[in-house]
């Protein structure tokens, strides 16, 4: 089996990486890639940077070589206050912010995941800016679980392609949380974090240096989260179905 797994960003792949070994087989500038076999499975992990756009340029580059299972990772904004730091949710839709866009994920994976451990929600929104008010996360939970900028357009590529697909994806930051910089004015053009962006903003808002530690934590966490479900998730899509057997021995403890 081979499956491709998406991440916006570094540090939302960085736990998996590390706890797999992941190796690096980028083939140029634009391209983030990495492959690692977990059992039988090759597993690819392509890194598409943040927003629209940056995730459409890379799809089309992950697609190139169709899998036969996507699923679409990351960090998240919770949008409702049952959705806990660290939480790892999977949807059974997506949608954009006027609603005019739905892509649905698989049942059978969705299926899968929750009886590995996440927690099934009902839709992520995928919108053209980072929410980062929890004013905004409060008005846009009437309509979903939880935002991202990425989900929807790669669901449209793995669709496009006839690929069955999920979105799973851990809680960084809170309903209630005010996230310490305008983080839309932090990516490059290639979708990644800018750190002199980042310098620029706290020069000016130096009070906000211990609201950054902490969403660094608390993202490291949520990342941590999120690599050892993917972990479990994968290896059981690629588990042998029961034996006979092992059937009638489950029913006969029961």
């Known amino acids: 089996m ?35 076999k977990i059992g039988d499975t090759e597993v690819r992990v392509f ?111 793995a669709a496009e392609r006839e690929v069955p697909a999920i979105v799973i994806r851990a809680i960084s930051d809170t309903v209630d949380s005010d996230l310490p910089l305008d983080f839309n004015r932090i990516f490059n053009e290639r979708g990644a974090v800018s750190i002199p962006r980042v310098v620029g903003q706290l020069a000016t808002r130096p009070m906000q240096v211990g609201g950054l530690i902490r969403l660094a934590h608390d993202s490291e966490r949520a990342a941590s989260n999120l690599a050892s479900f993917l972990d479990s998730f994968v290896q059981s899509l690629t588990a042998p179905p029961p034996t006979e057997n092992a059937k009638a021995a489950a029913l006969s403890v029961s």
Not at 26 to 34: E, M, N, P, R
Not at 62 to 90: K, M, N, Q, T, Y
Request: proline share 2%; charged share 25%.
């Open 2 to 36: 081979k499956i491709l797994v998406t991440f916006a960003l570094e540090n939302e792949f960085a736990p998996w990486r590390k706890m797999r070994g992941f190796s690096k087989v980028s083939a140029g500038a634009w391209d983030h890639s990495y492959r690692e």
């Open 47 to 157: 890194l598409t940077g943040a927003g629209r756009f940056a995730a459409q340029r890379e799809a089309s580059v992950a697609f190139g070589e169709i899998p036969d299972v996507c699923i679409v990772s990351g960090l998240s904004g919770g949008l409702r206050s049952d959705h806990l730091l660290g939480a790892v949710l999977a949807a059974r839709s997506v949608t954009d912010a006027t609603g005019s866009k739905v892509y649905y994920c698989d049942p059978d994976l969705l299926s899968s995941a929750a009886a590995v451990g996440a927690k099934r929600v009902d839709r992520f929104l995928t919108a053209d800016h980072v929410v980062g008010t929890a004013a905004e996360k409060h008005e846009l939970g009437a309509s979903a679980d939880a935002a991202d900028m990425e989900s929807l357009w790669i669901l449209a590529a």
